[in-house]
């Protein structure tokens, strides 16, 4: 039981930790990431994600029905027919009835699974008409992007490790990175993804995109963000000993601060990078001072 009180208190203390940390960053770029104790999926960020949801609790309810149906049907037997009851077992072995309605029944819910299964299925394997490309090519353990068609700008994104965080809010524990990576906001990104040494996973949870990165081939996917942010993923494929220290951090950003940023970062990444940060705090200001 103290331990029950223990474990309320701690989460009320971090209750209001996110309180503060929220009311502290009013203004910065909402950031999608993981948080304690968190039972669902991350808020959808691209109406892929949004689909991938809906599908995910449409399932839910089917199951639990299913399951309740079954537990009252067991409840049922082990009661009417327990054998104090029920001393007599009936011989019945076949009921056309009863199996008309278990194959028929079973095929419908399975259809009906399906069809929005499918559907979903076609919306993220089938690239759209693409308005940028970003390569991506995971390293152990680091990410590389490359944007071919923005004067082939090229660079790696590495964890920012304990001693390099100044800024715990914005620079989130084994999430933040050194060089984000930057796309803008409302803008369908086709992302081929590679890797360099062996298989790793290209996961980004808000977007509901997770791609196998395999050596010697290239993988496509696709996202279009809808609103601007800080959105963080990980590694996705166990590729081994720092798997969990190469997390991906995507910037999403309006169409005016990622021409700027591109602009910069063709010539110096870490430059670049900066400037994101001093055009951020410049609308954080701005925001602050409405
Ligand atoms: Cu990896």
Redesign the pocket.
């Known amino acids: 039981m103290t331990n029950f009180v223990k474990r309320l208190k701690g989460l009320a203390a971090m209750a209001s930790a996110a309180a503060t940390a929220g009311a502290v960053s009013i203004g910065a770029a909402i950031a999608a990431q993981p948080k304690p104790w968190e039972m669902d999926l991350q808020p959808a960020s691209t109406e892929v994600m949004a689909d991938i949801r809906w599908f995910e609790s449409f399932t839910f309810w089917i199951i639990t029905v299913i399951t309740l149906f079954v537990l009252a049907l067991l409840i049922i037997v082990c009661v009417k027919f327990a054998a104090k009851k029920n001393p007599v077992p009936s011989r019945t072995t076949h009921h056309t009835m009863i199996e008309v309605v278990w194959t028929i029944a079973p095929i419908l819910i399975l259809l009906v699974i399906a069809i929005p299964s499918f559907r979903l299925l076609y919306k993220e394997i089938v690239i759209p008409e693409a308005d940028m490309t970003v390569k991506v090519t ?1 390293s ?2 680091y990410w590389s992007y490359e944007y071919p068609d923005n004067d082939d700008i090229a660079f790696d994104s590495y964890m920012l490790e304990d001693d390099a965080i100044t800024d715990p809010i914005k620079q989130p524990r084994l999430l933040a990175v050194d060089n984000p990576m930057v796309v803008p906001v409302g803008k369908t990104v086709r992302v081929q993804v590679t890797a360099a040494d ?1 298989i ?2 290209f996961a980004m949870p808000a977007f509901g995109v997770k791609m196998d ?1 395999m050596p010697g081939r290239l993988n496509e996917t696709w996202f279009k963000a809808d609103h601007e942010g800080t959105f963080y993923g990980q ?1 996705s ?1 166990l ?2 000993q720092r ?1 969990a220290f ?1 997390p991906i951090e995507i910037r999403v950003v309006s169409d005016a601060v990622y021409a700027q940023w591109a602009a910069a970062a063709k010539d110096d990444i870490d430059a670049a990078t900066q400037l994101l940060a001093t055009l951020e705090e410049q609308k954080d200001a701005e925001v602050a001072s409405r």
Request: net charge neutral; proline share 0%.
């Open positions: 995971a152990k353990w062996v790793h996973s990165a590694c494929e590729c081994g798997h190469m």
